[in-house]
């Protein structure tokens, strides 16, 4: 009998220490257990072969990720006239293989390094999903697949959608494997990407005023960065004869199309945070990943959309967040078509850049707080005018707080949710009370 190797495995008897050989033969060239062979090759034999045999079948089944079953076969050979189970393991095609409480993490998939079988690297992971899922960055297996949806299953539950299993394969949040995909770790509140957020005194990256990372499921993002960025929307008021004219900083709907863009466009598969910028004339956002292979600048510029983020863009679709591929662009230049200074689109190899200009800029710095009111003080605020008043609207929290109509409304709902505020119907007027 010839030594262990690179291909093949020794083993005693049967243990559950069996089930590393498998994972790393799955993942690498494949090979042989031999179960009642030594160490040092000596047959030792094994008494009840068909018991073992369903004992190792059983653990295969039961314990690797993906299923691995197609790839093995358990048989019975005769050596120095005693019975030898043989397990042979062939090289899969869904590699990482896992082990399923692990995950796919380095504790969790092995590979074989000579004789033995050792914890595979982050990049020998990696690089095994880029082999297997080819180079679309949502289909891959994500590395993590602790994963949980309470955000997505709060956003699909308000919009009344279904979001069980069999959603999650129609998303391809679960891939045909019964893994998770990236697309589910970017829609999960394990998100790894982040939204880094900064304010900048006056028109220069010199004076940081405030700033703030996000994190969590990318719906998360969306909503509070959308909050963030509100709180600085300013309204100008201008008088026309005896007509007041409200003209905000920034028009909602570009704010919104290029939030929706920098978010379902940019490249997941690079590192790195989405970056928004504000300052005192312009907000900037920043993403990784520049234009798709084949388009160009004036083919955007047209309306014309190849999604890097099919899919991503589809659950959007779903909820309704978006309206149609490839008219973000035209909304924001739309909603600046009166306006003297026009949004400007920036396209480098590896990145894009949306800036949209302070339609009430005047040359001088707007005094805004030099910290903003986080989520507990404008509740408060909003508590003590309710105590005051003996009830609150919608619009007297945009005018307490001086932010948007979706912002109050996202305010208000999670209070009622929370249970600091009650929502109650007064004809077509929705009031809202501090519950007793």
């Known amino acids: 009998m010839s030594l262990e190797s690179k291909t093949i495995e020794f083993k005693r008897e049967f243990t559950d220490d069996l089930k590393y050989a498998v994972v790393a033969f799955a993942n690498t060239d494949g090979g042989k257990i031999y179960v009642g062979i030594n160490d040092d090759g000596s047959v030792h034999g094994v008494q009840n072969t068909d018991s073992t045999m369903l004992r190792i079948t059983n653990m295969i089944r039961d314990v690797v990720r993906p299923d691995v079953t197609m790839f093995t076969e358990c048989a019975v050979e005769e050596k120095e006239r005693l019975s030898v189970v043989v397990v042979t393991v062939q090289r899969g095609t869904a590699r990482p293989y896992y082990l399923s409480g692990k995950g796919v993490r380095p504790e969790g998939v092995y590979i074989r390094q000579g004789a033995s079988s050792v914890p595979a690297s982050e990049t020998a992971i990696l690089n095994m999903i880029k082999e297997t899922a080819g180079d679309c960055y949502e289909d891959a297996r994500s590395i993590n697949q602790q994963l949980t949806f309470r955000k997505a299953e709060d956003y699909f539950a308000k919009r009344e959608l279904p979001f069980g299993d069999q959603q999650k394969r129609t998303l391809n949040i679960i891939g045909a494997d019964g893994t998770f995909t990236n697309l589910g770790m970017l829609l999960s509140d394990q998100c790894i990407h982040t939204i880094k957020l900064a304010v900048f005194d006056g028109s220069k990256k010199c004076v940081f005023r405030d700033r703030k990372e996000l994190s969590g499921s990318l719906l998360a993002q969306m909503e509070d960065a959308y909050t963030y960025i509100d709180q600085f929307n300013r309204t100008r008021a201008e008088f026309e004869g005896l007509d007041r004219i409200d003209k905000r900083d920034y028009p909602t709907e570009a704010l919104r199309e290029a939030l929706l863009n920098a978010i379902t466009h940019r490249d997941y598969s690079f590192g790195g945070s989405t ?81 949209l200009p302070n339609t009430n800029y005047a040359g001088k710095r707007k005094e805004f707080p030099i910290k903003v009111k986080g989520k507990a003080d404008r509740k408060e605020s909003i508590l003590q005018l309710a105590k005051k008043q003996g009830y609150i609207t919608r619009k007297d929290v945009e005018a307490e707080l001086s932010v948007s109509q979706a912002t109050a409304i996202l305010i208000l709902r999670d209070m009622v949710e929370t249970g600091l505020l009650t929502k109650e119907k007064n004809g077509k007027q929705v009031n809202y009370r501090i519950t007793e």
């Not at 005192?280 to 014309?304: A, H, P, Q």
């Not at 863009?313 to 306006?339: D, Q």
């Open 275 to 355: 970056l928004i910028s504000i300052f005192d004339d312009r907000i900037e956002f920043v993403t990784i990943g520049g234009l798709v292979r084949g388009l160009t600048y004036n083919d955007i510029m047209l309306g014309v959309s190849a999604l890097r983020n099919q899919k991503l863009a589809n659950v959007f679709y779903r909820l309704k967040l978006i309206e149609a591929y490839g008219t973000g662009i035209l909304k924001i230049n739309e909603s600046y078509s009166e306006c003297a200074i026009k949004p400007q689109f920036e396209v480098s190899d590896n990145a894009f850049k949306i800036t």
